[in-house]
Nanobody, 121 residues
Framework: QVQLVESGGGLVQTGGSLRLSCAAS????????MGWYRQAPGKQREMVAH???????KYADSVKGRFTISRDNAKNAVYLQMTTLKPGDTAVYYC???????????????WGKGTLVTVSS
């Protein structure tokens, strides 16, 4: 069984920084793309940042220049460094990964349970 566990959320003031971490564990053969999504109250879940298995990155326009996604393949982990945070960044942040489990030959999308980021004004 594969699990994604996020950590690093919390309360921060406007202009502050936070670093989110997400580690995948379980019966993993290979991890394809990984990413971070967020869902603010009353809004749909949206993609924040995405990183391919080769390290290519993509960001939502709203976070470009402020957030940086990275991954450590040896640790099956993905990170999101968030700087210059704004109240509009307040949301539950979810880790997502397309993982090929052992005994399968195709990728499956997995989600973490989410970590809350609150940016106070």
């Amino acid at each position: 069984q594969v699990q994604l566990v996020e950590s690093g959320g919390g309360l921060v003031q406007t202009g502050g920084s936070l670093r989110l971490s997400c580690a995948a564990s379980g019966s993993i053969s290979y991890i394809n793309a990984m990413g971070w999504y967020r869902q603010a109250p009353g809004k749909q879940r949206e993609m924040v940042a995405h990183i391919s298995s080769g390290g290519a990155t993509k960001y939502a326009d709203s976070v470009k220049g402020r957030f940086t996604i990275s991954r450590d393949n040896a640790k099956n982990a993905v990170y999101l460094q968030m700087t210059t945070l704004k109240p509009g960044d307040t949301a539950v942040y979810y880790c997502n990964a397309n993982i090929v489990p052992l005994l399968l030959d195709y990728g499956v999308d997995y989600w973490g349970k989410g970590t809350l980021v609150t940016v106070s004004s």
